[in-house]
């Protein structure tokens, strides 16, 4: 269990906090855990429609998104630039988002 937070916080055992001291850097430490843990298959309630278009969508914001999907891809080597990636690993190659502007 890994806890990624912006600002120190109380220990807790459960957990290892990694205090990444701005949202840029809780980015930077999700691919990277992510890339630790190389998972074949990844599951979520919903996370389709919420919980991956909040972390892309931030990441654009932040200017991270090559650099996270860099690291997180399968295929390291190859370099994609955010228009691409926007377009055919988040909006499908249909040009427009999978959320209504809902963030």
């Not at 957990?15 to 691919?31: E, L, V």
């Not at 429609?49 to 390291?76: C, H």
């Not at 690993?89 to 209504?100: A, E, I, Q, R, S």
Request: charged share 20%; glycine share 6%; proline share 6%.
């Amino acid at each position: 269990r890994i806890c990624l937070v912006d600002v120190e916080t109380e220990p807790d055992p459960r957990w290892i906090t990694i205090i990444c001291g701005n949202q840029t850097n809780i980015i930077k430490a999700f691919a990277l855990c992510w890339k630790s843990f190389a998972p074949d298959i990844e599951l979520g309630f919903n996370d389709s429609g919420y919980d991956w278009p909040f972390i892309v969508e931030k990441a654009t914001k932040l200017n991270v998104l090559e650099w996270m999907v860099q690291r997180m891809s399968a295929n390291p080597h190859k370099k994609a630039d955010a228009e691409s990636i926007l377009t055919w690993n988040y909006f499908g190659g249909k040009g427009k988002p999978l959320t209504n502007g809902f963030f």
